[in-house]
């Protein structure tokens, strides 16, 4: 069940559960403006129509097969997604229904035995699968996320730690933040 996290006029920012559909939580009368897929949990934001908070920054943690390449970096593509297979491919050539997606990423931590990365990302996009796909179309599929390819059986592991957040122009920014290794399988995969 998801709860409310913070609150003001006319805005709330809230946790989304793993399962949720973020555009069925927000409380009547307000609309999401930022969305998570179904499988992944963590912080979205919702407002009525009166009302603009506008979203700074979200900063996403995940696990992911393997060891990158540089323990920090940015990922740049052009996405495309299918919405007959709910599923977004990385494509050479912009086209009709291609959007170019940018993210940085930080290796937070690096486990030998188990080959697995904990990895903090920031999007500069937020392109439908965008992370899952990104990591997934470099050999780094995320943990869990058996539709781009991982082989390790958990819930998939993502989530949104942190979002931040103004009350329009001239407001100091707040910045709400959850403990990202409840949502993780990180115990299973033992960072």
């Given at each position: 069940m998801s709860k409310?996290?913070?609150?003001?006029s006319g805005y709330q920012i809230l946790y989304k559960e793993?399962?949720?559909?973020?555009?069925?939580?927000?409380?009547a009368g307000m609309a999401c403006l930022s969305?998570?897929?179904v499988?992944?949990?963590g912080i979205i934001a919702a407002a009525?129509?009166?009302k603009r908070i506008r979203v700074l920054d979200k900063k996403y943690f995940l696990v992911c097969q393997g060891r990158l390449e540089t323990d920090e970096g940015i990922m740049e593509d052009l996405l495309f997604h299918d919405s007959r297979s709910n599923r977004t491919f990385p494509v050479k050539r912009m086209r009709k229904g291609v959007k170019e997606a940018r993210l940085r990423y930080k290796v937070l931590s690096y486990n030998e035995e188990k080959d697995v990365?904990?990895?903090?990302?920031?999007?500069?996009?937020g392109r439908t699968h965008q992370i899952r796909t990104q990591f997934a179309s470099r050999k780094h599929p995320l943990a869990g996320d058996g539709k781009y390819g991982s082989r390790i059986k958990c819930?998939?592991?993502l989530v949104c730690g942190e979002l931040t957040y103004d009350e329009g122009e001239g407001t100091d920014p707040s910045s709400v933040k959850i403990d990202p290794s409840e949502e993780l399988p990180i115990g299973s995969i033992s960072l």
């Open positions: 409310i996290l913070a609150e003001g793993r399962g949720e559909d973020s555009e069925k939580i927000a409380s969305r998570l897929d499988p992944v949990p009525d129509s009166g990365s904990y990895v903090e990302v920031t999007l500069d996009t819930p998939i592991a």
